[in-house]
């Protein structure tokens, strides 16, 4: 798997946590599901079989219980553990960018993340739209 450059134009140290988590780029999810996503799941497909003929309601609900079963095995804690540690990452490196008034943008070409002080990438920004008669 191919790994997009980290460029930091800043005083920013990050952590070895932190560094991998910005490594993954900018195409990374974190797969993260809220606490009850599995209970809204299976209340809102209920919703839209209301709205089916009454015929075919029993079929859908059965349909549904078994892909909810299937959720639910497939469902395990280590992905909960990995989200929450790379939550707590992410939570990490936006508290430094903000204490830092840095921010992380995508460069133009190639897969790199470019770590750069706010008012440099305003005024990268500004020159952009000047350059081209905007």
Not at 3 to 16: A, G, K, M, Y
Not at 48 to 57: C, K, N, V, Y
Not at 117 to 124: A, L, R
Request: a positive charge; hydrophobic letters at 35%; charged letters at 20%.
């Amino acid at each position: 798997m191919f790994h997009p450059r980290v460029i930091n134009n800043t005083n920013i140290t990050f952590s070895e946590n932190e560094a991998a988590l910005l490594q993954k780029g900018p195409k990374y999810n974190l797969h993260s599901k809220k606490k009850n996503w599995l209970l809204n799941l299976a209340l809102e497909a209920e919703t839209a079989i209301t709205q089916l003929p009454t015929t075919d309601r029993e079929f859908y609900r059965n349909l549904v219980a078994d892909c909810i079963d299937t959720l639910q095995c497939h469902n395990g804690p280590n992905l909960k553990h990995n989200t929450h540690t790379e939550s707590r990452t992410i939570k990490s490196i936006q508290t430094k960018l903000k204490n830092n008034h840095a921010v992380i943008t995508v460069a133009d070409k190639g897969n790199s993340l470019v770590i750069l002080p706010i008012q440099h990438y305003e005024s990268k920004i500004q020159n952009f739209l000047r350059g081209n008669n905007f």
